[in-house]
Structure formats: C-alpha cells, structure tokens
C-alpha cells in the first residue's frame, strides 16, 4: 500500500505559523510582487531578504503540534509493515522534519536553506541572508537568495512527486485550500491512478469536488484522528 500525503498552510496554522492566503494573512498584509517574484529580488534585494529573514527567525518560535507528530509516527508505524509513505508539503517551515519525517518534498523550498545563484548550491541557512552573504560553496557573494519558490518558478521535486502519484493507492490532502497550481491537481493525478482520495480541512476548498471522503476539521485534532483509523484498519485487515 502507497499512502501519498500533501499539506498546506492550514497544518501550520495550528502551530501558530502565518499563513498566507486566509483573511489576515501574509499577502494581505504584504504584496506577493514586491518579495516573492524573481523580479522583486532582481530590484530589491534588500526587501525580499528583510521578508524572509523575518519569517525564519520565526521558525524557532513555533513548533510541531499533534498532525505533524501523527504523522511521523505514521510514516514509522507504515514503514515496519512495508507500505510506502510519501509526504508532500507547500509549507516552507521545518515543522515536518523537526517532528521527525523522514522522506519529505517540500515542493515549494524551504525557508532553513539558501539558493546560490552563481552555483546553484543549496545550504543550511542559520543565520539572516544579505546581498553581502557569500556562498560557502563558490564563495561569490550577492547571488544567495531564499531557496523558495517565488511566483513564476517551477516547484521542486516535481518529477519525484509525479512518481509518487502515480503508484499511489490512497491520497490525502491535509491543510490546503486547493487554490495553488500543481499542488491542487495532485489529486486529479491521484484519482487517475485509481487512488482513493481523502480531504482533511478546516474549511471547504476549492477543488474538494476532487475527494472521495471529506473530513472537516482542524489539522490538529482531525489528522490524529484519522491515523488512529487508518492504523486499525490495517491492523484488522492482518489480523
Ligand atoms: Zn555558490
């Protein structure tokens, strides 16, 4: 059994992480052209590093809560019956590997970790990123930027994500409002591959016409849950 697992802000929400698109969010507050295009970083670096230094020096403030730890033990738990677990994230905190999932695509980068452009290097960000920041790899300076994926770029691991899609046999959706393009279609993929497909999410979202089951509910309190029943059910299945 392959269990193919996508989230969203709406999981981050309930660790106290900003979310973006809901009412009060980031983008209500900022405009996405000025930090978060390949322009805005051409034009105004300075901006664009103030942004994300200040929503990494976040990330020490918050930390995982009871769905990013369900599903870790999830992955554990599947992983000792030899069934796949593949864990697909748009969030671009650390939540899911600081709860302790092992195999994650974060397909929409990663606030912890600068992009060199000059060399294309990926490193482990501990500290504020600046125009004068120089990579430890080529060792250029000016060229290291958030390894996001700002508006207009291509998402990562698009190639390991469709691999994982199409042999799975159950997709589930945590957090997500189904309004960003691929990872709202995943499901569509998901659903041709003859998987079934589940909903877990606050509030109603976009492309839940998609779904096969639609569970309402906060991340926290709804993906425990539902681990606890996919468990047993597996279990019952053996016994
Ligand atoms: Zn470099």
């Known amino acids: 059994m392959r269990l193919v697992i996508l989230t969203g802000a709406g999981i981050s929400a309930d ?14 507050q900022v405009r ?25 020096a976040q990330l020490p403030n918050v930390a995982p809560n009871a769905a990013h730890l369900a ?50 290097g990926v ?28 508006f207009g770029e291509i998402p990562h691991f698009l190639d390991d994500i ?20 691929p990872a709202a279609g995943l499901v569509e993929g998901a659903r041709q591959a003859g998987a079934v497909t589940t909903l877990i999410n606050r509030d109603p979202a976009e492309n839940d016409t998609m779904f096969d089951h639609i569970i ?3 991340a926290a309190e709804a993906v425990p849950a539902w681990a606890d029943r996919l468990v047993d059910s597996l279990t019952e299945r053996k016994a």
Not at 15 to 28: A, K, L, Y
Not at 127 to 142: H, I, N, V, W, Y
Not at 169 to 180: E, K, L, N, R
């Open 216 to 218: 309402a509910g906060r």
């Open 71 to 120: 599903l870790a033990a999830l992955e554990r738990r599947l992983r000792e019956d030899r069934h796949e677990f593949v864990l697909i994230t748009q969030n671009v905190d650390n939540l899911h590997q600081r709860a302790g999932s092992d195999s994650v695509f974060p397909m929409h980068g990663q606030l912890d970790r600068a992009l060199c452009v000059h060399c294309g």
């Open 32 to 56: 996405l052209e000025d930090v978060a295009t390949p322009e805005a970083f051409l034009h105004t670096p300075d901006r664009v590093h103030a942004f994300y230094n200040r929503r990494r």
């Open 15 to 28: 660790s106290g992480v900003d979310t973006f698109r809901d009412e009060g969010g980031v983008w209500s």
């Open 123 to 150: 490193v482990a960000l501990t500290e504020d990123l600046s125009t004068k920041t120089a990579c430890p790899q080529c060792q250029r300076q000016g060229g290291m930027r958030p390894n996001i994926v700002w």
């Open 162 to 181: 469709a691999a994982a899609i199409e042999g799975a046999d159950h997709f589930v959706a945590i957090g997500t409002s189904g309004t960003v393009y």
